[in-house]
């Protein structure tokens, strides 16, 4: 089973900047688009944007202009820069397949906190 491993989050201030990084244990680009998603405290998982094989982006309203999903293949790595980060960022960040049939087991997440 491949293994997803979030890391990146932190606190920082409204306005500041963070990178997640999402390393996976075999390689995750396949015919599936790879996305990242967030829970925030008190609530669900939603999703926030996906990278497509061929390197297109497509991302949620709240995220559009201020997150850029990236990717390196080679090291089997998403990543996601997030800038101008605001309260309502704060949630548990989480990244794996964007497909209702055939997702990877969940990783830990990585805390994301954003406060003055």
């Known amino acids: 089973q491949v293994q997803l491993v979030e890391s990146g989050g932190g606190l920082a201030q409204p306005g500041g900047s963070l990178t997640l990084t999402c390393t996976a244990s075999?390689?995750?680009?396949?015919?599936?688009?790879m996305g990242w998603y967030r829970q925030p405290p008190g609530k669900q998982r939603e999703y926030v944007g996906r990278?497509?094989?061929?390197?297109?982006?497509q991302y949620e309203d709240h995220a559009e202009g201020r997150f850029t999903i990236s990717r390196d293949v080679a090291k089997n790595t998403l990543y996601m820069q997030m800038n101008n980060l605001k309260p309502e960022d704060t949630a548990v960040y989480y990244c794996?397949?964007?497909?209702?049939?055939?997702?990877?087991?969940w990783g830990q997440g990585t805390q994301v906190t954003v406060s003055s």
């Open positions: 990278i497509w094989n061929n390197g297109n982006t």
């Open positions: 075999e390689s995750i680009f396949s015919e599936y688009a």
């Open positions: 794996n397949r964007v497909t209702s049939v055939a997702q990877l087991p």
